[in-house]
């Protein structure tokens, strides 16, 4: 499985970012997707997951109710929309997928290379 992140960048506090992960392979449509987080000197953080049929979606507490995750599986495509952004939102953002034991972790076996995510206040 190859993931790739796109859609960082530099975004004012209170804006809105939208990240996309494609990944290629017919285990990525098969698996439980998610996006994870790194900022400065912290470890990694779970953000948001989504079923593999999308019918089902994980969100971490920080993030609940300003982040929504979709996929369209036709597309290869997971998205993630998080409003109301804070400079604590700053980090880079992975996306992974794998079976785990429990989706809200960061134990996912295949990873992407990242995207840098800053909001400035």
């Known amino acids: 499985v190859q993931l790739q992140a796109s859609g960082g960048g530099l975004v004012s506090e209170g804006g809105s970012l939208r990240l996309s992960c494609t990944g290629s392979?017919?285990?990525?449509?098969?698996?439980?997707v998610a996006w994870i987080r790194q900022a400065p000197g912290a470890d990694r953080e779970f953000v948001a997951a989504v079923s593999m049929r999308g019918d089902f979606t994980y969100y971490a507490d920080s993030v609940n109710g300003r982040a929504t995750i979709s996929r369209d599986n036709a597309r290869h495509t997971v998205t993630l929309q998080m409003n109301s952004t804070k400079p604590t939102d700053t980090a880079v953002y992975y996306c992974a997928c794998g079976t785990v034991r429990e989706v809200r972790s960061t134990s996912y076996v295949f990873w992407g290379q990242g995207t840098q995510v800053t909001v400035s206040s």
């Open positions: 392979g017919s285990r990525f449509s098969r698996s439980v």
